[in-house]
């Protein structure tokens, strides 16, 4: 049974950072290719960046392109998200995700395993 723990969500001013993580369980552990998701209140979820299995590629939506960073460290068995300069439109759940296959992925479809989720909200 694969697990996936995000943690790291708060409430972030507007142009502040934060980082989010997410702790991967199970038989194979990093063995996987991540992503990361997010959902905002009454919107459908939306892609944000993903990493090969190898952690050598990774990809960004172009709304967060500059802005987010992501890592991948298969000896920690974690994926992280560093964001900055946040906007109020980055209000959202962020969710990490896990796939078997290699490459990078980006429909969520073609994800196997999801965290519950942490909550980020930019605000005054």
């Known amino acids: 049974q694969v697990t996936l723990v995000e943690s790291g969500g708060g409430l972030v001013q507007p142009g502040g950072s934060l980082r989010l993580s997410c702790v991967v369980s199970?038989?194979?552990?990093?063995?996987?290719?991540m992503g990361w998701f997010r959902q905002a209140p009454g919107k459908e979820r939306e892609f944000i960046s993903a990493?090969?299995?190898?952690?050598?590629?990774?990809l960004y939506a172009d709304s967060v392109k500059g802005r987010f960073t992501m890592s991948k460290d298969n000896e920690a068995n974690t994926v992280s998200l560093q964001m900055s300069s946040l906007k109020s439109e980055d209000t959202a759940v962020y969710y990490c995700?896990?796939?078997?296959?290699?490459?990078?992925?980006?429909?969520?479809?073609?994800?196997?395993?999801w965290g519950k989720g942490t909550l980020v909200t930019v605000s005054e």
């Open positions: 990493a090969s299995r190898s952690g050598a590629s990774k």
């Open positions: 199970g038989p194979t552990q990093m063995n996987y290719a």
């Open positions: 995700a896990a796939t078997d296959k290699t490459m990078v992925v980006i429909l969520d479809k073609w994800y196997e395993y």
